[in-house]
């Protein structure tokens, strides 16, 4: 079972263009809500993090929107860098338990 | 502060034999978790540890794997006997009891399996 829904699969996005990677959640016990970013040959690392009680949080060029009534938040990416072309993950967990991860989007920004 | 560490970085091994992957958290860390990324997509729980207990195993398939976390620091993940279908990228990750639920990840064994 599919807990955690994530699309596109790949996105090619224009250096100073913005990227936006979506997931859904069926589980309303998530509490946590984290994005990871992953390079090839690296683990996944945190990019950004929410929880259900606001609606956005923004870290630099970095925004999670949240929409917890459609059990939905997505990753904004302003002005794209070439640098953040990487494999962008969302996940869910309950606490600071195990997560449920997305399968993944991978970001590609052209110069 | 020292990440995950995990050895070895690369395994190729024929279908059938097994083979063993180590995991040292980051010091203090008290729960620590391995998962299984399998090309293409997000990594999957196989078991979570709470200390030297485990707390979650319920996507472990036991008939072929083991962990064991004995002394509640560093990890044993274990497969015997591979199969083709078990060839991924095996992930350690550890969080601190208390902390945000942020899970700092290793680099990972990649597992090739013939």
């Known amino acids: 079972q599919q807990q955690v829904k994530q699309s596109p699969q790949s996105l090619i996005v224009q250096k100073g263009g913005i990227s936006i990677i979506n997931c859904a959640y069926e589980n309303t016990a998530f509490d946590y809500f984290p994005w990871y970013q992953q390079f090839p040959g690296k683990g996944p690392a945190l990019l950004i993090a929410?929880?259900?009680?606001?609606s956005e949080k923004k870290e630099g060029r970095f925004t999670i929107s949240f929409n917890k009534s459609a059990k939905q938040f997505s990753l904004h990416i302003m002005d794209s860098q070439p640098g953040d072309s990487a494999t962008y993950f969302c996940?869910?967990?309950?606490?600071?338990?195990?997560?449920?991860f997305g399968d993944g989007t991978t970001l590609t920004v052209k110069p | 502060e020292a990440g995950v560490a995990q050895s070895p970085r690369y395994k190729i091994i024929e279908k059938r034999q097994s083979v063993a992957f180590w995991c040292n958290p980051i010091s203090g860390h008290a729960t620590l978790y391995w998962y299984q990324q399998i090309l293409g997509q997000g990594p999957k729980l196989l078991i979570q540890?709470?200390?030297?207990?485990?707390?979650?195993d319920s996507q472990l398939p036991k008939d072929r794997f083991s962990a064991e976390r004995l002394k509640g620091v560093d990890s044993t993940l274990k497969i015997q006997p591979a199969k083709l279908e078990d060839s991924a990228v095996y992930l350690c990750a550890s969080t601190a009891q208390g902390g945000t639920g942020e899970q700092f990840f290793g680099p990972g064994t990649r597992l090739t399996v013939l």
């Open positions: 929410i929880r259900p009680d606001v």
């Open positions: 540890f709470q200390n030297n207990g485990v707390v979650d």
């Open positions: 996940a869910a967990s309950m606490g600071a338990g195990k997560s449920t």
